[in-house]
């Protein structure tokens, strides 16, 4: 079983930046997926980025260029560097972890990220 802890969500002012963090621990295959996906009241969920073990990034429609994924392997760990921010970027931050055989994806517990003024 694998389990997530996110943290780094916050409240920032337009413009400014915030590093989201997603720790995984427990029986960690090799080779995974991570990433993040944001959900608000009114949008569905959002792909924001995903990384795997090689370092090759996805990311979500209109963020790259303000976000960057990345990753520590020897920590287990994914980092969500989030730049620019916007009032539409207020959201709650899922941390995901892919598993390698296809099997159903593991969520955080959601990190909540406002961007107001």
């Known amino acids: 079983q694998v389990q997530l802890v996110e943290s780094g969500g916050g409240l920032v002012q337009p413009g400014g930046s915030l590093r989201l963090s997603c720790a995984a621990s427990?029986?960690?295959?090799?080779?995974?997926?991570m990433g993040w996906y944001r959900q608000t009241p009114i949008t569905q969920s959002e792909l924001v980025a995903t990384?795997?073990?090689?370092?090759?990034?996805n990311y979500g429609d209109s963020l790259k260029g303000r976000f960057t994924i990345s990753r520590d392997n020897a920590k287990n760990t994914v980092y969500l560097q989030m730049n620019s921010l916007k009032p539409e970027d207020t959201a709650i931050y899922f941390c995901?972890?892919?598993?390698?055989?296809?099997?159903?994806?593991?969520w955080g517990q959601g990190t909540q990220v406002v961007v107001s003024s």
């Open positions: 427990g029986s960690i295959w090799s080779h995974y997926t």
């Open positions: 990384i795997t073990t090689g370092d090759s990034a």
């Open positions: 995901l972890f892919a598993p390698p055989d296809g099997s159903r994806w593991i």
